[in-house]
């Protein structure tokens, strides 16, 4: 697959590679589609059940109940809950 970007993409690219943010230009876009493919998951979730389950984490905080926050498990368990890759 051959991708043609924007000038402003581009530089945009080849500076996060320049700092050191990125091994590679493929590994600058594999990131953003990820994180696109998953806010895709994240739109498709029902608003009600969103709100469900922000309401037990409040309450949860609320009685002292408070964990680390690991937002790599996070995503590991919307994707098993969706099952996704």
Do not use: C
Request: hydrophobic share 40%; proline share 8%; no cysteine.
């Amino acid at each position: 697959m051959t991708i043609t970007l924007p000038a402003e993409l581009e530089r945009f690219v080849s500076d996060q590679v320049a700092r050191g943010n990125y091994p590679s230009p493929v590994d600058v876009i594999r990131v953003g589609l990820e994180l696109l493919r998953e806010q895709h998951l994240i739109d498709q979730w029902p608003t009600e059940e969103l709100r469900r389950e922000i309401d037990i984490g409040i309450a949860e905080a609320d009685r002292g109940e408070l964990a680390p926050f690991d937002p790599i498990a996070s995503l590991a368990e919307v994707r098993r809950r969706k099952g996704g890759p």
